[in-house]
Nanobody, 115 residues
Framework: QVLVVESGGGLVQAGGSLRLSCAASGSIFRLNAMDWYRQAPGKQRELVATISNSGVTNYADSVLGRFTISIDNAKNMGSLQMNNLKPEDTAVYYC?????????WGQGTQVTVSS
C-alpha cells in the first residue's frame, strides 16, 4: 500500500507565493520521479512540473521561471515552490509519484489566487 499526501495549498493574492509539499509512504523502495499536475474548474488536468530521482526537471511553459520543483529521495518527499502566483494558477494541485510498481496519486490540494 502506498499513500501520497499533498499539503500547503491555500488562498493567496496575485504576486504571492505558496509552497506545496508531497509525502509518500508505504511500500516504497524508492521514488523514481515526482510530478505535479493541476486541474482548474472546467479544464483538463495538466502537467505542471516533473523531477526525476536524479534531479532532472521539466516545467510547463506557463510556470517556467516562477515554480521550482524539488525532491528529497531520502525522505520520499518533494515540494513545489510557487512564486509570483497569478489568478490563472488557481486549481487543484495533485502530486503523482512513480515507483517500481507504478504511479500513485494524492488527493489534491486547492490553490486559489485572488486578483
Amino acid at each position: 500500500q502506498v499513500l501520497v499526501v499533498e499539503s500547503g495549498g491555500g488562498l493567496v493574492q496575485a504576486g504571492g507565493s505558496l509552497r506545496l509539499s508531497c509525502a509518500a509512504s508505504g511500500s516504497i523502495f524508492r521514488l523514481n520521479a515526482m510530478d505535479w499536475y493541476r486541474q482548474a474548474p472546467g479544464k483538463q488536468r495538466e502537467l505542471v512540473a516533473t523531477i526525476s530521482n536524479s534531479g532532472v526537471t521539466n516545467y510547463a511553459d506557463s510556470v517556467l521561471g516562477r515554480f521550482t520543483i524539488s525532491i528529497d529521495n531520502a525522505k520520499n518527499m518533494g515540494s513545489l515552490q510557487m512564486n509570483n502566483l497569478k489568478p490563472e494558477d488557481t486549481a487543484v494541485y495533485y502530486c503523482s509519484v512513480k515507483i517500481f510498481r507504478g504511479d500513485y496519486w494524492g488527493q489534491g490540494t486547492q490553490v486559489t489566487v485572488s486578483s
